[in-house]
Structures are given as structure tokens and as C-alpha cells.
């Protein structure tokens, strides 16, 4: 494989499960060590409910962004443990995901990024436990539909319903006021959708309901110490390689209420060069998203020690 045209993609919220990580932490030190640290560093015993569950508290946003990032970046460090060297020519995280992407590629560090994700996850939580909203996912209209639509039930309830995630081809998410959400899973239908599903979350995230838990976490980040990543890493608002600190600073401020562009920020890479995208992290979400982007690109999810093992033996 051609690291120069490779990108490493880190996953977002949704992607977590029971026993993520546990198999890197009991076979390697330094995903072990990576574990440990993030345990002292939160006060909080984040392994253990990442190796045991159970899964109603992995399941909570504040502990579920804190866990993704840390189990991204423990496989991460095995992954360059064992690979010396090896370094993709681009890297992106979908949501939350975009911390770990920021973290792997020096712009922020460890303590700093698990900081940020536990404040972030934190902040959401009780915004949506003040003000609930709902998301709902919808497959096989275009995009600009489902944007007119959102646009269409905003106007005529008064209520707030906006695009959250372009996902891929075929598969949007929407996130608002509970009622706003409910009617446009009506008219979505109505429209032609395979599928309109409300999914199972209080919280509206990448819409304007955010917006105090945006307010509060562009305290945490304009305090946080953030560098000029080393490798680029291309940023969910803008679909577009994030340059500088200040470009970083930015992306994070308007992260939280904004949709993530997900279907542009993998077209920015391939248009790049990218022919590889390997997943770093729980689960291979993102791996079936760039499946539905482009299915020509080579797609690896390191979710595992048997799926690490199975990669590095295709590298010898």
C-alpha cells in the first residue's frame, strides 16, 4: 500500500459498542497505557465501561465521546508502534470523530483532545436534557431534497428542523424540535424515502438547538492549546483541509451547529489522490459510508486485533 495516497478516517458517535478496545489493551502496551491515562486524566474508570458496559452508560453522550476518542487513539498508536513511519497523507473524523483526526495528527494532544471530547460530550448532554430534540435518519432521497424539506416544515411549524449529516449517497440524518423532526419523517415518506426513521437519541447534535452547548464549549477551546496539524486533516463544516490553528479554532467553534459534510470532505480526499481509507476505531461505519461514495476506493477497518493482524499481513 501507497501511504501517500491513503487517508485515516476516525468514527463518530453511533459507532460504539460493548467491548471496544479491550482486545488492543490486552494485547499491546501502549493501547493499554492509553487506556490507563485517560482513566487518570478524567477521574473516571472509562476503561472498564468501554471493555465491560454495560451499554446504557457507554450509551450516554458524555461517556460516549470520551470512549470513541480514546479507543481511536489507542489502536492509533499501536498502529504507528508497529508501522514506524507509516503516516496517511490525509486524515478526517466524522463529528466527534474529528477530534481523534486532530489528535492523530499532532494538532492537539492527547490530554488536550480528551479534555475537549469530555467537555463537548458533557455540554450536549444537558442541553438535551434542558432542551430535548430529536434526530432522525432518512435514506434514498438526494440531499437537496431533504434540505428543501427541513427548509419546507421549518416555515410552516415555527420549530427548528435542519440536514445535521450528509452521510453518503442516499443517507442524510436530520436533527430538531421533536415535532419539527416527526413531520418531516411524514413528508419524507411522502416524498419517496426507502426508510425515515427517528433514531434513538434526546439530543439534536450539528443543529442550532446546540447552540448553548456551543456557546459554553468555545470557552474550553479557545483555552486549549491547539498546533498546525501535521498531516492535513479535512474539517466536517467546510469539507476542506484545515490548515492552521486558527482554521482549527474556527471548524471547533461552529462544529456543534453545523451539519457535518461527510459526502464532500471524502470527495476533497479522493480528488486529492486518496485510493485507500482506513477506518481507526470501534466499529466500520465509516467504512460502508465510503462504500456508497466511491466502491473503487480500497476500504479497512481496524476495529480489531484480528482485523490489524489480517491488515499488516497484506503489508508484508
Known amino acids: 500500500m501507497d501511504w501517500q495516497t491513503s487517508a485515516a478516517l476516525f468514527p463518530g458517535q453511533g459507532s460504539q459498542m460493548v467491548g471496544m478496545g479491550a482486545d488492543f489493551a ?3 502496551a501502549i493501547a493499554r497505557q492509553t487506556f490507563e491515562q485517560a482513566d487518570d486524566i478524567l477521574n473516571l474508570n472509562l476503561s472498564r465501561i468501554c471493555f465491560n458496559g454495560p451499554s446504557a452508560a457507554l450509551d450516554q453522550t458524555e461517556i460516549t465521546q470520551p470512549a470513541l476518542y480514546v479507543c481511536s487513539i489507542a489502536i492509533w498508536r499501536v498502529l504507528n508502534e508497529l508501522l514506524r513511519g507509516a503516516q496517511p497523507a490525509w486524515m478526517a473524523g466524522h ?10 495528527a499532532g494538532a492537539l494532544s492527547f490530554e488536550a483532545g480528551l479534555r475537549l471530547v469530555e467537555a463537548r460530550g458533557r455540554f450536549m448532554q444537558q442541553a438535551g436534557e434542558r432542551n430535548p430534540g430529536a434526530m432522525a435518519a432518512i435514506l434514498a432521497l438526494e440531499i437537496t431534497d431533504v434540505e428543501a424539506l427541513c427548509a419546507e416544515v421549518s416555515a410552516e411549524s415555527g420549530q427548528t428542523v435542519v440536514l445535521a449529516n450528509d452521510n453518503c ?3 442524510a440524518v436530520v436533527s430538531g424540535d421533536i415535532e419539527a423532526v416527526d413531520r418531516l419523517i411524514v413528508r419524507a415518506t411522502e416524498a419517496g424515502a426507502r426508510r425515515a426513521v427517528k433514531l ?3 439530543v439534536a447534535a450539528h443543529s442550532p438547538l446546540m447552540a448553548p452547548a456551543a456557546e459554553r464549549f468555545r470557552e474550553s477551546v479557545q483555552s486549549t492549546a491547539i498546533s498546525a496539524p501535521a498531516t492535513p486533516v479535512v474539517g466536517n463544516v467546510r469539507a476542506r483541509p484545515l490548515a492552521s490553528a486558527a482554521e482549527i479554532q474556527t471548524e471547533l467553534d461552529q462544529q456543534l451547529t ?6 464532500e470532505s471524502m470527495g476533497a480526499i479522493i480528488d486529492a489522490g ?28 481496524l476495529h480489531s486485533v484480528r482485523s490489524l493482524e489480517t491488515f499488516l499481513e497484506s503489508q508484508a
Open 26 to 28: 490486552g494485547e499491546f
Open 95 to 104: 463529528s466527534l470523530g474529528e477530534f481523534s483526526a486532530l489528535a492523530a
Open 169 to 171: 449517497p442516499g443517507q
Open 200 to 202: 434513538a437519541v434526546s
Open 258 to 263: 453545523r451539519s457535518v459534510r461527510w459526502t
Open 274 to 301: 486518496a485510493q485507500t481509507f482506513i477506518e481507526i476505531g470501534s466499529g466500520t461505519v465509516l467504512a460502508g459510508l465510503m462504500r456508497r461514495i466511491d466502491r473503487s476506493k480500497t476500504r479497512v477497518s
